[in-house]
C-alpha cells in the first residue's frame, strides 16, 4: 500500500521520479527541436532568402537566431546547463511560430509548435531537475558559500 500512496502522491519536487521524468522532458524535447534546427542548418543556403521574417531583421538574421535557439539552446537544454535561460529563446521562437508565422493557419499545422512551447514552459516553471548540469553547480556554489 505504501508503494501505491508514494506512486499516487509523491512527498516532494526532490521525488526521483519527478526528476526522472524532467530529464526524460529534456532529453527528448530537446533533441527533437535540436533535429529541427539541424534540418534549417543543412539548409541553410536553399531556405535563407525565403525564411519568415516577422521583425523586419532580414530572413537571413531571423534564420540565424532560430538555428540558434533550436541547436544551440537545445545542447543546453540537454545537459541542464541554465536551463531557464537556455529556455527563452526557446519559448520565444514557438511564440513566434505558433502565434505570428501560423496564426492563420489550422491547429493542426502549429500543433508542433504549440507542444514545444508547452513543454518548454513547463520546463521553465520546474527547471531542470536533479540530474542536470545546474543541479552540480548549484550544489558546487552553496558548498563554497
Known amino acids: 500500500m505504501g508503494?501505491?500512496?508514494?506512486?499516487?502522491?509523491?512527498?516532494?519536487?526532490?521525488?526521483?521520479?519527478?526528476?526522472?521524468?524532467?530529464?526524460?522532458?529534456?532529453?527528448?524535447?530537446?533533441?527533437?527541436?535540436?533535429?529541427?534546427?539541424?534540418?534549417?542548418?543543412?539548409?541553410?543556403?536553399?531556405?535563407?532568402?525565403?525564411?519568415?521574417?516577422?521583425?523586419g531583421i532580414g530572413s537571413e538574421t531571423s534564420l540565424i537566431l532560430a538555428i540558434f535557439s533550436e541547436v544551440g539552446c537545445s545542447i543546453m537544454l540537454i545537459l541542464g546547463l541554465l536551463t531557464r535561460l537556455a529556455l527563452i529563446p526557446m519559448v520565444f521562437t514557438m511564440c513566434i511560430a505558433f502565434f505570428v508565422i501560423h496564426s492563420g493557419d489550422p491547429f493542426s499545422a502549429k500543433e508542433s509548435a504549440f507542444t514545444f512551447l508547452l513543454t518548454f514552459m513547463i520546463l521553465w516553471i520546474s527547471g531542470a531537475g536533479k540530474y542536470s548540469l545546474d543541479y552540480i553547480i548549484r550544489n558546487k556554489i552553496r558548498t563554497r558559500c
Open 3 to 55: 508503494t501505491v500512496i508514494t506512486i499516487l502522491f509523491p512527498n516532494s519536487i526532490e521525488s526521483r521520479r519527478i526528476n526522472v521524468a524532467l530529464l526524460a522532458l529534456r532529453l527528448l524535447f530537446g533533441i527533437l527541436f535540436m533535429v529541427h534546427g539541424l534540418s534549417k542548418l543543412n539548409d541553410f543556403s536553399q531556405i535563407s532568402s525565403s525564411f519568415p521574417d516577422p521583425f
